[in-house]
């Protein structure tokens, strides 16, 4: 089965940078496509990029310039450096398989997450 362990959140100043990561157990996970996602407090979780199994990558415009995804099939992981953090990227962060369903967004397997809080 399916296991996904986030970790690298922490409390940061704005301006300040993160390097998240993510092991996967349970998959092929050199032919599928991964995603970080987001959920802030009183929000639906939403995308935050994706990289294809090639290694091509996706961002939302919020997070494009300042984001990089990244992974390393040897290891079945995926990372996401965060630069130039704002209070708006305050958030548990989460990785998982993408695409993923509206309904899969709210339901289905998730891990535990990493919160990633930017405050002075």
């Known amino acids: 089965q399916v296991q996904l362990v986030e970790s690298g959140g922490g409390l940061v100043q704005p301006g300040g940078s993160l390097r998240l990561s993510c092991a996967a157990s349970?998959?092929?996970?050199?032919?599928?496509?991964m995603g970080w996602y987001r959920q802030a407090p009183g929000k639906q979780r939403e995308l935050v990029a994706s990289?294809?199994?090639?290694?091509?990558?996706n961002y939302v415009d919020p997070v494009k310039g300042r984001f990089t995804i990244s992974r390393d099939n040897a290891k079945n992981a995926v990372y996401l450096q965060m630069n130039s953090l704002k209070p708006e990227d305050t958030a548990v962060y989460y990785c998982?398989?993408?695409?993923?369903?509206?309904?899969?967004?709210?339901?289905?397997?998730w891990g535990q997450g990493t919160q990633v809080t930017v405050s002075s």
């Open positions: 998982n398989l993408y695409p993923r369903t509206p309904a899969l967004m709210t339901t289905g397997y």
């Open positions: 349970g998959i092929i996970f050199r032919i599928n496509a």
């Open positions: 990289i294809t199994s090639a290694g091509s990558t």
